[in-house]
């Protein structure tokens, strides 16, 4: 998908923000659209500060709230990859403290990391503190001191119970096991190598000019009031960040590299491919699995589509990133009011708006002649033929499409290990498997007392070879 493609959806995103703007009542919004590793579109609506009459931009800065639990997940995953945790380990390993903590429900040592950055700990929304109501959100002190009276409120993994309370307290291990306050660790670990110059926790002299004002709905009239603003204090790695749609468009564009091999921060690799891979993955699915939860992560099916997805709210400000893996598409939604769903919403309406153009562009695209096929590579020949396995088990190996494959021999077939993939491989007569049942282990052929292939073996069972090749 081309920013020219995108550019061409430019009335149809236009009707789609604006008719949002009028609907929910918002006073202004930004929005990006991400393709891989580019932001290819970016617009803003309304007004950002509208006493001063200032448009949205890219660059304009908006608190996006719990979107930061993202960033505090894979800060957990980071530590967790260095050796200094498991997904399984209890809280109260890493906070003693947490030890006296009330667990009206369920046991303390059942509340692991895992559980925390899924949202299945059954620990409390909030902390036992003022907070949301009080515009003042207390310290992490004050948050361990008063883990005696915190509680446990349901049985862990029996339902989806958001946490704020939970990634506030996921924010003192990561400082406790990295030695470092919560706030550095990310700025050092995660905002600085991807490049992330304009997000921050807290308003720079240099931040300043580009910020939002933030807005809450009135209660009699259309025109919304300023909103307060309250430091998040204590509770900063469950919503403290502040950020703007160039920034969060980087944060998407590195959800799309679980390819990217090892960590390195000099690259912006700041998590292994494997373990972004790991993160995405869904921990647990609602009873009609029509969404789940990711490690810090929500996803949602939404016809045949899955996307990820993280919104956040707080005075002033809604927010939503959401992303479609297979295409590598994504969105950035940014509106300055709250409490309002539309960031969220406007976010679905705009990634099911691109890839519906861009299936229909595929759809609509001249097909070209195949080319002619290419003959086996003498080196796979002698693998190619009928095998069958006791009691009963057929396999065929044929050469198409540019590669060895182990199919069934008919449509009905019990073919147990196929349609699977075979590649050579360093050690002669020892194929690996790719795909299906035996991914990832070898298929290891015998030759009879001629040097012909009379067999091969794979996970336990042998398939001889019983008619040869034509």
Known sequence: MSEAFVDSLGPQLDGLLISWLEKARLPGVAAGIVRDQSLVWRKGYGHSDMERHRRPDELTLSRV?????????????????DGLLTLEDPLVLHIPEFGAANPT?????????????THRSGLTTEPPLPGWGALSFPT????????????????????FKYSNFAFALLGEVIARLSGRPYVEYVKANILGPLGMTLTDFDLSLDMQPHSATGYSPSEHEDRPVKAPYAHMAGMCAAGQLHSNVRDLAKWISFQFKTDGGDRDDTKGQVLAGTTLEEMHRPVYLEPDWSAGQALGWRVVRVGGRVFHNHG????????????????????????NIWPTVAAAQIAQDMLGLVLDADANAVKTTARQEPALPGNAPATLTEYMGRYRA?????????????????????????????????????????LMVRGGRGSGELAVFKRDSNGGIASYELGGFVFKRHAPTG
Do not use: C, W
């Open 105 to 117: 429900a369920g046991r303390l040592e059942d509340v692991t990391i895992k559980r925390m950055v």
């Open 65 to 81: 709230a719990s979107i930061t639990k993202t960033f505090t997940t894979l800060s957990v995953l980071q530590l967790r990859d």
């Open 312 to 335: 956040g709210g707080i005075h002033g400000f809604g927010s939503n990133v959401a992303f479609h893996k297979p295409s590598k598409t994504g969105v950035v939604v940014l509106a």
């Open 390 to 430: 006791e009691p009963g088990i057929p396999a065929l190996i044929e050469y198409r499409g540019g590669a060895l494959r182990l199919v069934g021999p008919e449509p009905e077939a019990y073919t147990l290990h196929a349609p699977a993939t075979l590649e050579l491989t360093g050690t002669s007569d020892a």
């Open 140 to 159: 992490m002190n004050a948050i361990v001191a008063a883990l005696p009276q915190a509680e446990v409120a349901i049985l862990q993994d029996s339902a």
